[in-house]
């Protein structure tokens, strides 16, 4: 079970960020945004946790507090995931709105049917599930016990207790490379739920470091390092797992946000073109490529993209962070 942060739009990550912060420059051609907190309009997070700004951090904060428990249902791991962050520098703060699922297939640490009830209680029966592990390990339930217990401390909102336990399981676990990697591919995600990308980042490392050809693994260390402004670190992960599967859409729109917090806006919109190539009515494309084109004063086409994804999709972080930007456009430079 990978756990995920939560993104925008069926693979979700962080819907709190607002649009454009207090006082931007709204929809005008955005200088580098370099210790600008708020400067430009809300994007996709995965679309790269780049940069929240500070009040719109504490609101998420205070959202992952209150939070519910990673959604265990399991997704396509090549839909396009994003994160509501504006378009400055100050890092985001993960917390929660919708849950990323999980990838089909899910590390084992454990078999036989004790292993097995447990996980299944997860989604329906957290609280039992914790129970339900806590008994298994005094009586000698080793790893799957414990991958049980710290999965269901996550369900339960309690991310950092539960990546804790996984990084340690995953440290000490007698499973093969593959497994291992996962697992610290789950720690990274509840770290991210925690709030703290930090660790997220070095448990990521550490998965990658184990399975250096899984783009999905990239992707999620690509997302802790952008929460942390790695930029140049993140367009190597994000190019890494396209040169693995390059028909990963989603890592394209992540690479474009972050080329663009590099002010590298051609190779940004490279990017948005080779995803659209992909997926032609991907909402996290149309969100970016309007942050793209606000960049460069084509406030029409900016406009487009953003009514375009939030026609596509209505109910969505991705949705609701086009109708922010697309309010603030048409408040003008006063209101912001």
């Keep these: 079970m990978r756990i995920r942060p939560a993104l925008p739009g069926g693979a979700a990550l962080l819907l709190a960020a607002a649009a454009w912060a207090a006082g931007a420059q709204a929809a005008l051609p955005a200088a580098p945004a370099t210790d600008r907190p708020g400067h430009g309009p809300a994007i996709p997070r995965a679309q790269m946790a780049l940069a929240q700004p500070a009040a719109s951090a504490a609101a998420s904060a205070s959202q992952a507090a209150a939070a519910p428990g990673p959604s265990l249902a399991p997704t396509d791991p090549g ?95 007698a499973a093969p490379a593959l497994t291992r990697a996962a697992v610290f591919g789950q720690a990274d995600s509840a770290w991210m739920m925690a709030g703290d990308a930090a660790r997220a980042y070095a448990s990521a490392t550490l998965a990658a470091t184990l399975s250096p050809d899984d783009p999905d693994l990239l992707i999620e260390r690509a997302v802790a390092g952008a929460t942390l402004g790695r930029f140049p670190e993140v367009v190597d992960d994000l190019t890494r797992a396209l040169d693995l599967d390059p028909r990963r859409a989603d890592a394209l729109v992540y690479r474009a946000a972050a080329q663009r917090h590099l002010e590298r806006l051609d190779l940004a919109a490279d990017d948005i073109d080779r995803a659209f190539a992909l997926d032609p009515d991907s909402p996290e494309a149309l969100l970016e490529r309007g942050i793209l084109r606000q960049r460069t004063g084509d406030l029409r086409g900016a406009r487009g993209d953003w009514q375009r994804a939030a026609e596509l999709a209505p109910d969505s ?20």
């Design 79 to 173: 839909s396009a995931t994003a994160a509501a962050v504006s378009s400055g520098d100050a890092p985001p703060v993960p917390g929660g709105a919708e849950i990323l699922p999980l990838p089909p297939v899910s590390p084992r640490l454990g078999e036989g049917r004790d292993y097995e009830h447990c996980m299944d209680m997860m989604a329906s029966d957290p609280s039992g599930a914790l129970d339900f592990a806590e008994a298994w390990e005094a009586t000698g339930g080793g790893e799957g016990a414990q991958h049980c217990h710290a999965m269901a401390a996550v369900e339960l909102g309690d991310p950092a207790t539960g990546a804790a336990m996984l990084d340690r399981l995953a440290q000490d676990s």
């Design 317 to 336: 972080g991705t949705g609701d962070l086009a109708q922010q930007n697309l309010a603030l456009l048409e408040a003008g430079p006063a209101a912001r």
